[in-house]
């Protein structure tokens, strides 16, 4: 897993941040306190912009000459609009520079093009730059007007934009930030980042529509869309973004993954008693993995393993989904295996570890696995079991939470105090480079993000208890949290809140399909 490397004060590499057209630095000013408490900040002010000399140049090359003396030799980067491009730029062109990249209201390519609908239209774009030959104070409180539009806090948005861009009246750089807006075309350069990347978007941005999230050119990018905010969500969701901004970065600050005891998982598990009354989440996304199924057709030779089964939804469904003479049940809780088998299914059931799994080699014609893998902790040996116990041809279909999932919970949590109360899963990537090294071939890799709301932290602490996906991660706090705890989760939560009373809760999930090479 990539990390961030210490500072001597103990917290993790800077996080640089980067300003966007026609302001300057002051516009991070809402979240710096909030980012404070986790990450050295340095936030820079652009050649021309605040008290900056020189004039901001045309090119982006030209422009990070200029800045590398003044950048740290590692750091994580946060850039908002214009400043966004930038920070990608230097990751795909400095990638030893950037550790980790949050862009905010970003677009790769910010004019459209034929075969990028997603950005300002020519026409729109190319009157604009006619309104800043016309005096830089009204281009500036139009521009600030229209990235203010559809927010919900839009006069106080309009005001900070405003406030930040009261040193930012060059006119000449002002004029080549647009040439290098207008030129710049990231798509490329993004296919091959190797780095972390947080997208974070306005829902109702009147500039960069929020859409072209589904369209980030780089396996290794996450979307958030900011609800009722426009080009600035920053200014209008601090807490909400910040703490978004603070889970995401804090997922690559530790050495190691936090460790779990398999003993604790299997007893969570096991005494789920009321697993099949709360398990919606796995239902339809076991549903989903179904779908990406090729059914194999009759044959009285398959032998089909349902890794992970729990209480059996799926064995039988997979027995005739695929025509299997054989359909082996596998799960670390016995207690699960046990409800499983009172519903009469034709299966064998073996309690038994996915990382060392008790079966004979190439004896798998086929694995399904639905949310079960992000439990195991040694990511290597669990694809070198998948290989070792696939027959040469034989097909293994996953689906896996991914380190986004409950992000809202941890970030609350971590505004209480800062123990570790939330399960954290391994990215995807780190995940699929295990599967490969291994030998196996990756023939799907989709990622989803599914949101649901509840009434009250609470209620979604029940629903985790009743599914065994509560905290069973080693030095997790002993005993209950007390009722003042309670409140202070609550209170925290309530600032992520998208709309008027529900709790949003985020499950980010990764459905692969994997080849062994060979013929059956």
């Known amino acids: 897993m990539r990390t961030l490397q210490s500072v001597p004060n103990g917290k993790t590499t800077p996080l640089v941040l980067i300003h966007g ?16 408490q986790d990450f050295t900040l340095i936030a820079l002010d652009l050649p021309g912009y605040g008290k900056q000399p020189d004039t901001f140049p045309a090119s982006i090359e030209m422009l990070v000459t200029q800045l590398l003396p003044r950048l740290p030799p590692k750091a994580a980067y946060l850039g908002w609009s214009m400043g966004g491009n930038i920070a990608m730029w230097l990751a795909r062109h400095h990638p030893e520079r950037v550790s ?3 862009t905010i209201a970003s677009n790769p390519c910010f004019v459209s093009r034929d075969d990028w609908p997603t950005g300002m239209p020519v026409a729109i774009f190319e009157a604009f730059q006619k309104r800043l030959t016309g005096g830089v104070d009204k281009c500036l409180q139009y521009f600030a007007a229209i990235q203010a539009l559809g927010d919900k806090n839009q006069r106080h948005v309009q005001r900070k934009l405003l406030e930040g861009s009261n040193q930012s009246r060059c006119e000449a750089s002002l004029d080549n930030g647009l040439q290098l807006l207008q030129q ?15 997208s974070i978007v306005g829902s109702n941005d009147q500039l960069v529509p929020a859409q072209f999230g589904s369209a980030l050119p780089s396996s290794n990018a996450s979307t958030w869309s900011a609800k009722h905010c426009g080009h600035a969500p920053h200014l209008s969701r601090p807490e909400a973004v910040a703490s978004r901004i603070g889970d995401f970065l804090l997922q690559y600050q530790s050495r190691t993954e936090p460790s779990r005891s398999k003993r604790a998982v299997a007893q969570s598990f096991g005494r789920a008693d009321e697993y099949d009354d709360g398990a919606e989440l796995q239902r339809q996304s076991g549903q989903a993995l179904l779908e990406r ?45 046990k409800r499983a088998r009172q519903k009469g299914f034709a299966a064998q059931w073996v309690c038994g570890d996915a990382e ?29 079991e998948f290989a ?3 027959k040469p041809g034989g097909q293994a279909y996953l689906s896996t ?7 809202q919970l941890r970030a609350a949590w971590r505004q209480v105090d800062r123990e570790v109360h939330v399960n954290r899963f391994a990215p995807l990537p780190t995940l699929t480079t295990a599967c490969t090294d291994a030998g196996l071939e990756l023939q799907c890799c989709d990622i989803e993000t599914w949101t649901r709301q ?10 985790l208890q009743q599914i065994g996906a509560h905290n069973v991660n080693q030095g997790r706090p002993k005993g209950l949290a007390g009722k003042s705890r309670w409140r202070a989760l609550a209170e925290a939560y309530q600032l992520l809140v998208d709309d008027d009373e529900q709790l949003p809760v985020t499950w980010e999930l990764g459905f692969l399909v994997l080849h062994k090479p060979g013929e059956y």
């Open 21 to 36: 057209w026609g302001n300057d630095s002051r516009i991070f000013d809402s979240i710096r306190p909030l980012l404070e």
């Open 100 to 102: 980790t990249l949050v």
């Open 184 to 198: 710049l075309d990231l798509r490329k350069d993004l296919q091959a980042l190797s780095q972390p990347w947080l």
């Open 293 to 337: 199924m090729e059914r194999p057709g009759k044959n009285q030779d398959l032998t089909v393993m349902d890794l992970g089964s729990g209480s059996g939804y799926f064995t039988e469904t997979l027995r005739e989904y695929c025509g299997a003479s054989t359909v082996i049940s596998l799960d670390i809780a016995d207690g699960m295996l």
């Open 356 to 384: 060392c799994l008790p079966l004979a080699d190439s004896s798998i014609d086929l694995v399904y696995s639905n949310l079960a893998i992000q439990w195991c902790q040694d990511l290597r040996a669990l694809a070198e």
């Open 388 to 390: 070792r116990c696939l």
């Open 401 to 407: 939470l991914g380190p986004n999932t409950l992000w």
């Open 454 to 463: 509840v009434a009250n932290v609470r209620q979604l602490a029940r629903e």
